[in-house]
T-cell receptor, first 117, second 113 residues
Framework: AQSVTQLDSQVPVFEEAPVELRCNYS??????LFWYVQYPNQGLQLLLK??????LVESINGFEAEFNKSQTSFHLRKPSVHISDTAEYFC???????????????FGKGTHLIIQP | DAGVIQSPRHEVTEMGQEVTLRCKPI?????LFWYRQTMMRGLELLIY????????DSGMPEDRFSAKMPNASFSTLKIQPSEPRDSAVYFC???????????FGPGTRLTVL
């Protein structure tokens, strides 16, 4: 069974500074990887995903994540954050099309990104 | 598409009462998931359906919880009787594929007094 570890429960960052939110996963098969964002009092929204191909994936609002198979990581980065990026960020993994495993996504416990002015 | 629709958005009830949460998935999505989110436990998968059939309900906390999906466009999560520890935000999500992106509803914030 797969699992996801988000080591940081909370990350405070100054506005316009860079940020990295860490995500490590464990799985015995090839995986799909996802980052979701949850703004206050809202549901989760997909930020970006890795299914196959280029290991670097980007979102429309400046976030990017890189799939590193050897380190089983999928860290999320942004070179310059804004106040509006304050939210909870969830990393998730699924077992792709490998079959045999459970359906659906396994979520990490989330990282609260706090942007300080 | 309107996205995943959940109702009610907020529910306040007293301990012992029956609570029914509703979800309308995105049309054409074969998978439907129910989650619970609390500060202490984070996001927990309760149950999921494939083509209206419950596949895995191992996350349902106890027999007080039940879920149904009578057709492809409607699902309910029922708690009977409700207890204060059931207070949480309950999310419904749907997906077109087995292990691909899930689309979340806005959630139902349940408060049991």
């Amino acid at each position: 069974a797969q699992s996801v570890t988000q080591l940081d429960s909370q990350v405070p960052v100054f506005e316009e500074a860079p940020v990295e939110l860490r995500c490590n996963y464990s799985s015995s098969v090839s995986v799909y990887l996802f980052w979701y964002v949850q703004y206050p009092n809202q549901g989760l929204q997909l930020l970006l995903k890795y299914l196959s191909g280029s290991t670097l994936v980007e979102s429309i609002n400046g976030f990017e994540a890189e799939f590193n198979k050897s380190q089983t990581s999928f860290h999320l980065r942004k070179p310059s954050v804004h106040i509006s990026d304050t939210a909870e960020y969830f990393c998730a993994v699924s077992e792709g099309l490998s079959g045999g495993g459970a359906d659906g996504l396994t979520f990490g416990k989330g990282t609260h990104l706090i942007i300080q002015p | 598409d309107a996205g995943v629709i959940q109702s009610p958005r907020h529910e306040v009830t007293e301990m012992g009462q029956e609570v029914t949460l509703r979800c309308k998935p995105i049309s054409g999505h074969d998978y439907l998931f129910w989650y619970r989110q609390t500060m202490m436990r984070g996001l927990e998968l309760l149950i999921y359906f494939n083509n209206n059939v419950p596949i895995d309900d191992s996350g349902m906390p106890e027999d007080r919880f039940s879920a149904k999906m009578p057709n492809a466009s409607f699902s309910t999560l029922k708690i009977q009787p409700s207890e204060p520890r059931d207070s949480a935000v309950y999310f419904c999500a749907s997906s077109p594929d087995r292990n691909n992106e899930q689309f979340f509803g806005p959630g139902t914030r349940l408060t049991v007094l």
